[in-house]
T-cell receptor
Framework: SQQGEEDPQALSIQEGENATMNCSYK?????LQWYRQNSGRGLVHLIL?????REKHSGRLRVTLDTSKKSSSLLITASRAADTASYFC???????????FGKGTKLSVIP | GAVVSQHPSRVICKSGTSVKIECRSL??????MFWYRQFPKQSLMLMAT?????????EQGVEKDKFLINHASLTLSTLTVTSAHPEDSSFYIC????????????FGQGTRLTVV
């Protein structure tokens, strides 16, 4: 499976600032999902955006999807120290339920 | 969301021994389960996909005789690392999804395997 690319690899911001992470992929997708992982723990599903959707919101999270550019972004507004974690995008190709993960962005929110 | 329980969370074993990791869907029937491996500071790499009642499909480069996967019921899949070596030390994570289109996958808490 072809891994997605994420940038930045690491991001450090002050509490209250917004954090933006980007994900790019190369294949056609069914949907794209964002996950959060605290150090040494499992993954927590954050949000899913389907290939026919362009933007989705969930609380302080905003996800965009541009299928023409094969890219997605995750925006976390008004960040908190508790948002410190690694964030991964994951996507499934047409006709498949397998998830391919991006390389992840490590976010550090400084109190 | 649905709950996937993975056990054990941490295990240390000696080289040459086998280790079994369990992945259970607690409140839904998991028609498909996925096993991933994650090295430190890296992303998740899919090892294999298993559908209940059938043989697992392994990704290229994953030895099926070394990483035995059993998905005998709709709520349980197991990964057995056989004849473990120190290079098998890693974080193993399972995920499970139910039937139906666009069903998201839910992840277990992961298992930290250390082979000494």
């Amino acid at each position: 499976s072809q891994q997605g690319e994420e940038d930045p690899q690491a991001l450090s911001i002050q509490e209250g600032e917004n954090a933006t992470m980007n994900c790019s992929y190369k294949t056609s997708i069914n949907n794209l999902q964002w996950y959060r992982q605290n150090s040494g723990r499992g993954l927590v599903h954050l949000i899913l955006i389907r290939s026919n959707e362009r933007e989705k919101h969930s609380g302080r999270l905003r996800v965009t999807l541009d299928t023409s550019k094969k890219s997605s972004s995750l925006l976390i507004t008004a960040s908190r120290a508790a948002d410190t974690a690694s964030y991964f995008c994951a996507f499934s190709g047409a006709g498949s339920y397998q998830l391919t993960f991006g390389k992840g962005t490590k976010l550090s929110v400084i109190p | 969301g649905a709950v996937v329980s993975q056990h054990p969370s941490r295990v240390i074993c000696k080289s040459g021994t086998s280790v079994k990791i369990e992945c259970r869907s607690l409140d839904f029937q998991a028609t498909t389960m996925f096993w991933y491996r994650q090295f430190p500071k890296q992303s998740l790499m899919l090892m294999a996909t298993s559908n209940e009642g059938s043989k697992a499909t392994y990704e290229q480069g994953v030895e099926k005789d070394k990483f035995l996967i059993n998905h005998a019921s709709l709520t349980l899949s197991t990964l057995t690392v056989t004849s473990a070596h120190p290079e098998d030390s890693s974080f193993y994570i399972c995920s499970a999804r139910g039937s139906g289109g666009h069903t998201e996958a839910f992840f277990g808490q992961g298992t930290r395997l250390t082979v000494v």
